[in-house]
DNA sequence: AAAGCGGGGAT
DNA sequence: ATCCCAGCTTT
């Protein structure tokens, strides 16, 4: 009997997804994106395809609340008004617009990618559509890079932020923590298993979704659950019921 | 794997 | 007082 090689994280989160119903993936995506329908926040960067505008929100975004990052939003497109502006001012006035949202090492990263594309690339200094392309960007990570070829080119891209990683979780292994190793792994699997099979605007929308959900339902700190479109599919509420019980 | 990076808002 | 936020980079 040969002693098991230990599995890695990667694996251990392809077994649990592989064990997951292909059908409560489908269905999971199908009450997800009707929901969003219903009740998505009309918010800037969500009217536009602009690869430029979507990548000044993401950047702004990382580790930044959606209500702070607006003003910040529209200001500085106002006064950049394509990478090429960027591109072409100093440093110290892209830094200027930065002020006040924290984090200075992305307004410095975007001054810094700016140089590096704008010229590489089309003329109006478009950006890679391929993930592992804008991984190589500096500033743009794993979620910034799925953001970015699903918001802008409407890839069918997987994307894992704060809110995704608690949302699946939740749903289809509550046992998991985001803050682990394979916790991460399991929810980028996730996000891939239950991407619809299309790209386009099913995929747009579902990525979308997966976000407003985390931010408006299945909160960090409270779980609406009642107005959950997973309400009843979702183990996550009957577990918190299970250990409130116990403990009170 | 863990620390560092900002600062406002919610609990 | 502590946790959380559309994370990424460096050690």
């Known amino acids: 009997m040969k002693t098991p090689r230990k599995q890695t994280h990667a694996e251990i989160a392809a077994d649990i997804v592989a064990a997951i119903d292909a059908s409560d993936l489908k269905a999971f995506g199908r009450k997800l994106r009707a929901w969003y329908r219903k009740n998505a926040r009309d918010l ?24 702070r990052v607006i003003d910040y939003y529209d200001r500085f497109l106002t006064r950049f008004p394509t990478l090429r502006h960027v591109a072409k001012a100093p440093v110290g006035l892209v830094l200027e617009q930065w002020e006040g949202l924290g984090y200075y090492a992305r307004a410095r990263n975007l001054h810094k990618l700016a140089r590096t594309v704008a010229p590489a690339h089309a003329p109006d200094g478009t950006l890679p559509s391929d993930p592992t392309l804008l991984r190589e960007l500096p500033g743009i990570g794993a979620y910034t890079a799925g953001a970015i070829a699903t918001f802008a080119y409407e890839k069918r891209a997987p994307l894992v932020d704060t809110n995704v990683s608690r949302v699946l979780l939740r749903v289809f292994a509550p046992e998991h923590s985001p803050k682990t190793a394979v916790g991460q792994r399991l929810a980028w699997a996730l996000a891939e298993a ?4 299309r790209g386009g605007m099913a ?14 339902v299945c909160g960090a700190r409270v779980a609406l659950c009642e107005r959950c479109p997973q309400r009843g599919h979702c183990e996550f509420l009957a577990r918190e019921l299970r250990i409130g019980a116990t403990s009170e």
């Open 44 to 67: 800037p960067w969500r009217k536009t395809r602009d690869p430029y505008h979507i990548l000044v929100s993401e950047l702004m975004l990382q580790q930044t609340q959606v209500s």
């Open 194 to 197: 239950t991407l619809p099979e």
């Open 203 to 216: 995929a747009w929308e579902h990525n979308q979704a997966l976000m407003e959900l985390g931010a408006l």
